[in-house]
């Protein structure tokens, strides 16, 4: 399959051919000289000499331009008006291109020389045509000495273009890859999330049941109303959890964002009704917060709030109070409740949980047993002006 390039080289090869023949059959740019060459076979052959190597000379530049000055000396050399000579200064532009930046300097120098050994060229074949060389030195080697370097310069010029288009290019691919790997690693980050809730909800479900199921079997004898009352706590904790689950599940499964969790005051003061419902007295102060908390945050306290709720049903004597406060950066939680005998000083899980998400969000969690009271404190910063 031909490529584009070579198909443009092909195309170039054949222009400059036709411009020069079409320069020498005209006898040159300008008035003709009497003296002059006129066209025929051999300056037809050398003229496709100095244009045709072209075809291949991103391939073999260096040989290309040696082809094209050896051919358009010789059209010197035999008094041919060769004033157009467009394949030596491709051939020299395609040169810079092609070891303007080599990382062999002796190559660079290499390259520069024979760019530059142009002008010598015509001079040594006018010589050899018996013309005056001293006579068009100044005027005429040294301005073509001057179009050659600065044919060899656009090359590397446009070398060094191309280069930082593909620095660029492979820069917005690596962007575009690390892009993808930060979303990669978020949706991974989401989905360790979820699961910590999904094991977060479950257990707290877990714990609830734990004590209502302990609490029926109790009263099952003595107070049948008591009985039935916790048994329908531990549908209505089951319910709710299994709805929360199917949520979790979803979101893990569908690989997309998960519906805001209901963290907003009246879902605490739901939260309260269900752990009060379940059998634990509860004296809750709760005020709105006047305006929407960032879903971090809320969900934060949502779960701290259940977790320690599930800490005094489970260790407490049945009874906890609990008040939140909505300051204008910040949301403080205290609950606080008597504790049983045996219960723990607050060393287990659920604590360590609750502390990494208010430390998260650059917050504070103290949990501490004293003299039969157990009393958590959270403060949850969210540094939005009220």
């Given amino acids: 399959m031909i490529r584009r390039s070579d198909a443009l080289d092909a195309g170039l090869a054949v222009l400059a051919l036709v411009l020069s023949v079409g320069v020498l059959a005209s006898d040159g740019l300008g008035t003709p000289d009497a003296g002059v060459r006129h066209l025929d076979g051999p300056g037809v052959l ?44 491709i051939a020299i532009y395609t040169l810079g291109s092609a070891y303007g930046g080599d990382p062999r300097p002796w190559r660079r120098r290499l390259a520069l020389q024979v760019a530059l050994a142009f002008a010598p060229l015509l001079g040594f074949a006018y010589l050899l045509r018996g013309e005056d060389v001293g006579a068009i030195l100044v005027p005429e080697l ?15 010029r446009a070398r060094m273009r191309r280069e930082r288009m593909a620095e660029l290019e492979e820069q917005a691919r690596r962007a575009g890859r690390e892009a993808e790997r930060e979303r990669r690693l978020a949706v ?28 029926a079997r ?53 939260l309260v009704e269900r752990h009060r419902a379940g059998g634990l007295a509860i004296a809750a102060e709760i005020p709105p917060p006047g305006r929407a908390l960032p879903h971090g945050v809320a969900w ?46 607050g060393g287990g899980h659920g604590i360590v949980g609750m502390r990494e998400r208010a430390t998260l969000l650059g917050g504070t969690l103290d949990a501490a047993a004293e003299r039969g009271i157990f009393r958590l404190h959270a403060h949850l910063p969210h540094g939005q002006p009220a």
């Fill in 46 to 89: 050398l003229a496709a000499a100095t244009a045709l190597p072209l075809a291949v000379r991103r391939r073999a530049p260096m040989a290309v331009c040696l082809m094209t000055f050896a051919a358009s000396g010789l059209l010197y050399r035999f008094g041919y008006p060769f004033d157009l000579p467009l394949g030596p200064g």
């Fill in 142 to 156: 040294l301005g073509l000495a001057l179009v050659a370097a600065t044919l060899y310069l656009a090359g590397d």
């Fill in 188 to 215: 991974a980050e989401e989905r360790t999330r979820i699961a910590r809730e999904l094991h977060d909800s479950a257990g707290h479900a877990i714990n609830v049941i734990l004590v209502q199921a302990g609490a």
């Fill in 218 to 270: 109790l009263l099952h004898g003595r107070d049948p109303d008591g009985s039935r009352q916790a048994i329908s706590a531990i549908e209505d904790v089951a319910r709710g959890t299994i709805g929360e689950i199917d949520r979790l599940v979803r979101a893990l499964r569908d690989d997309g964002p998960v519906p805001p969790a209901p963290a907003d005051p009246t879902a605490l003061a739901e």
């Fill in 300 to 345: 934060a306290a949502y779960r701290i709030l259940q977790e320690a709720l599930t800490n005094a049903a489970r260790h407490g004597r049945g009874t906890a109070d609990v008040a939140v406060r909505f300051a204008a950066d910040a949301v403080d939680i205290t609950v606080t409740n008597p504790t049983a005998a045996a219960a723990s000083t």
